[in-house]
């Protein structure tokens, strides 16, 4: 049930993203509600696979990094998950488009890292009982 809960915070975070930078960050694929409701469903989805199955990889092959920009290079690896599902959702008719290339990307990413962890602190956590 978390992985649903994550996916859907991760949605929220992504249609207020396109909301906020829309010139540079755009849902595409349907004018209708639902339709962009589903869209942006699928590609949270995808970005939660992509950062469970593809980030870890990264992360462990630029440890470097992270020690030498005291960990700033995280923001660098959320901007090229980002990228790779805008990529991934490209090869189709829906999905997000980045617009002006990494620095948008990079603000995409920063803002939904944001919206993530504001939305994920206000949603009730599950109690074990």
Not at 23 to 35: K, L, N
Not at 36 to 61: D, E, G, T
Not at 90 to 113: H, V
Request: no cysteine; hydrophobic share 60%.
């Amino acid at each position: 049930m978390s992985f649903v809960l994550r996916v859907l915070v991760t949605g929220l975070a992504i249609w207020l993203t396109s909301l906020f930078i829309d010139d540079h960050f755009q849902i595409v694929g349907s004018d209708t509600a639902g339709g962009k409701l589903v869209i942006i469903l699928a590609v949270a989805l995808l970005y939660s696979l992509v950062n469970a199955v593809i980030k870890p990889i990264v992360q462990v092959l630029s440890i470097p990094l992270y020690i030498l920009t005291l960990g700033l290079f995280t923001l660098v690896v959320n901007a090229l998950m980002l990228m790779l599902t805008a990529w991934i959702t490209e090869q189709t008719d829906w999905g997000i488009r980045i617009i002006g290339g990494f620095w948008w990307a990079l603000l995409a990413a920063l803002i939904i890292s944001l919206l993530n962890f504001a939305i994920s602190a206000v949603v009730p956590k599950r109690r074990d009982d």
